[in-house]
């Protein structure tokens, strides 16, 4: 699919704004109820003009909020140089009204300094990541993970730094146990950089955020909380309920094992799949919804690899 012309966005984009936005913990920032990541479907490998459509057709239904890191792909880093194109092609008039993030904490170059959690390698990345995306700052920057090994301090003043050079209004963190979350939380808003957000894994398979009391501490804190694989990559869909398509994200075996395809895990999505007809639902909606419905959630994070899969999850709003 190739698209023509110039692209001008929708009139409409914001007729939803009272159901779709979402104030972000007690910060100014609004964020869409369901977020666009670029994690799959906008690397290199994947066609341009169906990462554009799918970004055109977000933007236009009030999807604001844009989640990026160095290393989507695959290959590494072109993520965000698709990001860069979109830019350039297309979002330049509108950059005032996106919410764009992006990250640093994963293996990205070769070497000690490319990756976890080092004030080297975050302001390094970001700087890189800038490039790649022809922006002069970003939205939201986060510490990608834990780094056990770093002091929790350099990571964090890196975090204050890039705020007060104007490479990024706002910090997260993501994938941070709860002791060290609260101890960043205490750090950054000592030195006038709050907490913005925090971003866990979290869905009906996955509650983990909210068994160790992530979630809860997000809440009261004034923390906004992004969830990310709310669909637990793809299983809590119709797409497994009869095995394994060969063309699925399972079959190739990376990121989701088929062995986590069990028998228990069958009959379970049977039953979400009577429950979702019952309501006049697919089980990706049911998912997304029930993500929603809990207290201090601020956003769902959504891949998409068409249009028309965008639209499905966006009937939760």
């Not at 205490?186 to 971003?199: A, G, H, K, M, T």
Request: charged share 25%.
């Amino acid at each position: 699919m190739e698209l023509k012309g110039t692209y001008t966005a929708s009139e409409n984009r914001y007729d939803t704004a009272d159901r779709m936005y979402q104030r972000c913990g007690r910060s100014g920032v609004l964020l869409p109820r369901v977020s666009l990541g670029f994690w799959h479907n906008f690397g290199g490998v994947d066609p341009y003009e169906r990462s554009r459509a799918i970004t055109h057709y977000a933007f236009d239904h009030g999807i604001t909020h844009f989640d990026l890191a160095n290393n989507y792909g695959p290959p590494y880093g072109s993520a965000e140089d698709t990001m860069g194109r979109l830019i350039d092609d297309d979002f330049r008039p509108y950059r005032d009204e996106l919410f764009i993030a992006t990250k640093a904490g994963y293996d990205m170059w070769p070497g000690p300094y490319g990756n976890w959690g080092s004030r080297k390698y975050l302001m390094t990345s970001l700087e890189q990541s800038l490039r790649r995306m022809h922006l002069d700052y970003v939205d939201l920057f986060y510490s990608h993970r834990y780094d056990p090994e770093t002091p929790l301090e350099e990571t964090l003043q890196a975090l204050v730094d890039v705020v007060r050079q104007g490479k990024a209004l706002y910090v997260g963190i993501s994938r941070w146990p709860l002791e060290a979350l609260k101890v960043a939380n205490e750090y950054l808003r000592s030195r006038d950089v709050p907490l913005l957000i925090y971003q866990g894994r979290l869905n009906m398979l996955d509650r983990e955020p909210m068994d160790e009391g992530i979630l809860q501490y997000c809440h009261d804190a004034g923390i906004g909380f992004i969830a990310f694989s709310p669909l637990a990559q793809g299983l809590l869909t119709d797409r497994y309920l009869n095995g394994i398509p060969a063309d699925s994200r399972m079959a190739r075996e990376h990121f989701l094992k088929s062995e986590r395809l069990t028998p228990q895990l069958m009959e379970y999505l049977a039953q979400l799949k009577q429950k979702a007809n019952a309501s006049g639902e697919t089980i990706a909606q049911q998912a997304l919804r029930w993500v929603l419905d809990q207290e201090g959630i601020t956003s769902v994070l959504v891949g998409a690899s068409s249009t028309s899969q965008l639209e499905g999850n966006l009937k939760v709003i």
